[in-house]
């Protein structure tokens, strides 16, 4: 695999994911231009040997899978399993916020995110937006400004000395971002600004009236390789949109014969506990209706996920941070997750396999392990291994500056991690 080719791809799908819906929506186009076929939760469902299909939840989850030669109940699945959210500024319903003369919006911080990072960046605005047309019918429609809108000036040293030494963010007060000069008795409701936008780039939708929105504000900066000899990738939402990429990338190009599942859920970042995340019924849904309930016990047996999301590499800045035996550099491979207080569902088994496919392909791979004081993040694994009951392994490619509004990976590691990945695919048997 040429690395150029394979970062180029992913830099062209992140920069047209700016939200769970347009990553989703992605994913749909890349399944279907290869011969997947769209199902409907609504409708009934006649399923073949042999062929490949794919789901959405919300426009903002999505399960593809290929039900393979054989029998899965035998066989059981090779499941893949990330996620569509990233830390990041939400609008909130009624945002207008008039000051000085400014016109801004106020915004709910949505998941982890780190938020000095977003201040003095050239921010735009992109989600879902649910509207009347002139009939009254209600529809749905992306968008996305595509351009700088908004930026969250930062308060000048002068009038905040403390500043490099203990800036704290309130989230309330520090952070709604300026839209533009306007005078309240001027100033154009957002919703109305929502459909002027959606009139403009989209012109043949009826938009009556904008009733509702779910959107997020995010940097136009686009991916990029980052030093001397462009070893490194800087880009946003490389947690998790690297990991939805390398997934579906793999089920695309793995062996068919195999039944194979890759599972991107919404809402990891907020505890995964909705219709669409992991902890809802979506995927045991899909699988329910492709084997039936009574028969997933017996294929849940045979299986084994791999759960893709991004480590945390070892910052030169900060080294002290990681154990000292587990310190995952970048440009060394992927990375097994393990903790036995259960934040990773990896288990000695799991990760064997693992190690063992990596061996046989040649490649590299690391361990990482949080240090003993300090507490542990988690993943979509504990919670689709508890739900199903499917042995799973935690990995990921090592990264800096995890939910910041720009992350920062190697640039071999995402290939490695695809190679490996579709080995997994087309294994015959997971022991």
């Known amino acids: 695999m040429d690395y150029a080719a394979f970062n180029q791809e992913l830099f062209d799908f992140i920069g047209n994911s700016p939200t769970p819906y347009h990553a989703v929506g992605q994913m749909a186009e890349r399944l279907e231009a290869v011969g997947f076929e769209p199902l409907d939760e609504r409708a009934s469902w006649s399923l073949e040997a042999g062929k490949r299909y794919y789901v959405t939840r919300n426009d903002s989850s999505l399960i593809a899978f290929q039900t393979g030669t054989g029998n899965p109940v035998e066989s059981g699945f090779r499941m893949i399993g990330a996620h569509t959210d990233s830390p990041c500024l939400r609008i909130k319903p009624n945002p207008e916020i008039y000051k000085k003369g400014f016109y801004q919006l106020g915004v709910e911080v949505y998941g982890g995110a780190l938020l000095n990072p977003w201040f003095d960046r050239d921010l735009s605005i992109a989600g879902r937006v649910s509207f009347a047309d002139s009939q009254g019918k209600l529809q749905d429609a992306l968008i996305d400004f595509k351009r700088p809108v908004v930026t969250i000036p930062s308060l000048a040293i002068h009038l905040d000395r403390e500043a490099n030494n203990s800036r704290t963010v309130n989230a309330q007060t520090d952070l709604p971002p300026v839209l533009m000069q306007s005078a309240e008795a001027d100033a154009v409701p957002f919703k109305a600004l929502l459909a002027a936008e959606l009139a403009k780039r989209q012109p043949a939708l009826d938009v009556g009236q904008v009733l509702d929105y779910e959107l997020s504000l995010y940097d136009t900066q686009k991916p990029a390789l980052v030093g001397l000899e462009e070893e490194f990738i800087a880009s946003a939402r490389l947690d998790n949109l690297l990991s939805c990429f390398i997934g579906l990338k793999a089920l695309i190009d793995a062996d068919s014969s ?32 492709w084997i039936g309930a009574g028969d997933r016990s017996r294929a849940i047996a045979q299986s084994m996920m791999i759960s893709a999301d991004n480590a945390h590499g070892v910052h030169p800045n900060f080294a002290d941070r990681h154990d000292g035996n587990h310190g995952p550099l970048l440009n060394a491979g992927p990375v097994i997750k393990v903790n036995n207080n259960q934040r990773y569902a990896t288990n000695s088994r799991t990760a064997a396999l693992y190690r063992h496919l990596s061996e046989s392909l040649s490649l590299p791979c690391q361990t990482f392990v949080v240090r003993s004081d300090m507490g542990c993040g988690s993943t979509i694994g504990p919670l689709t291994a508890g739900n199903l009951g499917v042995r799973t392994l935690d990995i990921g490619v090592p990264q800096f500056a995890m939910h910041s509004i720009r992350e920062m990976i190697g640039f071999r590691d995402g290939v490695v991690l695809y190679k490996v990945l579709k080995a997994f695919l087309g294994l015959e048997a997971v022991g």
Request: glycine share 10%.
């Open 258 to 289: 195999q039944a194979a599942v890759l599972v991107c859920n919404d809402h990891e970042e907020v505890g995964s506990m909705s219709a669409e995340g992991a902890q809802g019924p979506f995927l045991s849904s899909v699988l329910d209706r």
